[in-house]
């Protein structure tokens, strides 16, 4: 790990890697990117679902996706007013940077669930969603650990 800045604050130590605050800022933007390309994809499988008239949120896969991007995007509210490196009020809040992580795991998690749920409701095919699910296995460690 390569340092860059060791400050104090209060009795504690500040230690931000080389890197850290460009790495932060791309964080925040690719999150934020990605989230309005879901909510897009939420609007168009809701209006595809007005024009063939079906109903809207009644499969456990539709309410886990719709739970995965409302707390997608209150963690994204809060760490990009909150957690912002130029102009957030906390942070330095090592609590709330860390449920921030915790709960982005969280979302990434549900997400997970929320894809092979759909898959599910299209195949019962073991070799599809084993196929569909490994990539998922194989990054689990890099992804929310």
Known sequence: MTLGFVGMMGNAAIIKKLGGY???KMHGNLSMAGLFTALAGLYVIYQNKNNIG????????????????????MIGIAGGTLLHPDFGVAKTNKTLRKM????????VALGWFTCYSGLSQLTSSGWVIGFY??????????TLT
Do not use: Y
């Open 22 to 24: 460009s790495n932060t």
């Open 54 to 73: 079906k109903d809207h949120f009644t499969s456990n896969h539709s309410i886990a996706g719709l739970t995965t991007l409302i707390g997608c995007a």
């Open 100 to 107: 921030h992580k915790l709960g982005g795991r969280c979302m």
């Open 133 to 142: 699910m490994l990539p998922l296995f194989l990054t689990l460690p890099f």
